[in-house]
């Protein structure tokens, strides 16, 4: 019988979560490649769309990149591009489950209980990878159980299955974190797309249903048993004003459902420090929670960390 595998663009660790709730938290993450969304004017004006991707995409096409870690990386567009861009996929291995564990294992040293699990992408949360995590969270159930815990970034449009949702709610032992990142206009991508208020009614049903069970599944950690939050990256009061609407098309409410984080755009980290102290004021403006993305601040930006 031919063993299941799962496109995996990279697992890293031990680093720290950069963004959102979790923000600073020792943390492994595992990427899954694959995304049903490109952003091609992330980090642009409104109308502009990324030219930098598709110019790596001819070199890569002719033979100048041969791993994932050599392909540069993008002022603009995707900053995750080669786990989402299909023509990266001979760059993103399959992986059997055993080989994906051996990984996870080997990234979050001899103490996972104080390090936070991290599924991110591309899109972690597309149907058919869903299907392929909860197999591999059920074989490896002592694994996951062994973090802190729990986190998907996501971008929101998937519905979350009914087979991850058992999962999470009758075995998963440790706190659910759904960190959602909305598309803006500014993306590129239309709105149907992008804003899908059937994914985030989904996703706060799981954490209403994990709650109901009433333990508190990790007391050493400040987080409840279950929770979804929006996180917005924004240049200006426009984007802010955006994505306060957005919220209130996807249904969701920040004093019942969750907060809403806002963190400055920047594809570099001289960008992310020009817009830094501007951001932050829109956050208190807004009420919304301000987020560095402390990821740029320390690293600069980079694969792998």
């Known amino acids: 019988m031919e063993e299941t595998t799962i496109r995996i663009s990279e697992v890293f660790g031990q680093t720290f979560q950069g963004e959102g709730l979790r923000n600073g938290c020792n943390s492994v993450f595992v990427r899954v490649a694959t995304c ?23 070199r890569y ?21 080669p786990s989402s861009w299909s023509q990266f996929k001979d760059l993103n291995p399959e992986l059997t489950f055993n080989q ?5 294992a080997n990234a979050c040293g001899d103490n996972p209980r104080g390090v936070d699990l991290v599924i991110t992408g591309g899109e972690p949360l597309l149907k058919p990878t869903q299907r392929k995590l909860v197999e591999f969270f059920k074989q490896y159930s002592q694994l996951i159980n062994s973090f802190q815990c729990l986190t998907f970034e996501t971008n ?9 949702c058992d999962w999470l709610v009758n075995r998963c032992e440790i706190p659910v974190i759904f960190s959602v990142s909305p598309k803006l206009e500014c ?11 059937a994914a985030m009614q989904s996703m706060k049903e799981v954490v209403g249903l994990i709650g109901k ?73 807004s009420r919304c929670k301000f987020c560095c993305r402390t990821h740029l601040v320390v690293f600069a930006n980079c694969w792998g960390k």
């Open 100 to 104: 994906l564990a051996e990984r996870i």
């Open 36 to 58: 049903n969304l490109k952003c091609p004017g992330f980090g642009l004006n409104k109308g502009e769309q990324n030219t930098e991707i598709p110019a790596i995409v001819k």
């Open 61 to 81: 096409q002719a033979g100048e990149f041969k791993h994932y870690d050599d392909l540069p990386l993008s002022k603009t567009g995707c900053d995750s591009y």
């Open 187 to 197: 993306s590129g991508e239309p709105e149907k797309r992008r804003l899908v208020p």
């Open 213 to 285: 069970n009433q333990y508190y599944r990790n007391p050493s950690i400040n987080v409840p048993d279950a929770c979804v939050y929006l996180k917005y990256v924004v240049k200006d009061e426009d984007d802010m004003v955006e994505a306060l609407d957005n919220a209130i098309k996807l249904g969701f409410d920040r004093d019942n459902d969750g907060d809403i984080y806002l963190m400055p755009v920047g594809g570099t980290y001289d960008e992310y420090m020009t817009n830094q102290k501007k951001i932050a004021e829109l956050a208190w403006k």
């Open 156 to 164: 929101g449009t998937q519905i979350i299955t009914e087979e991850m």
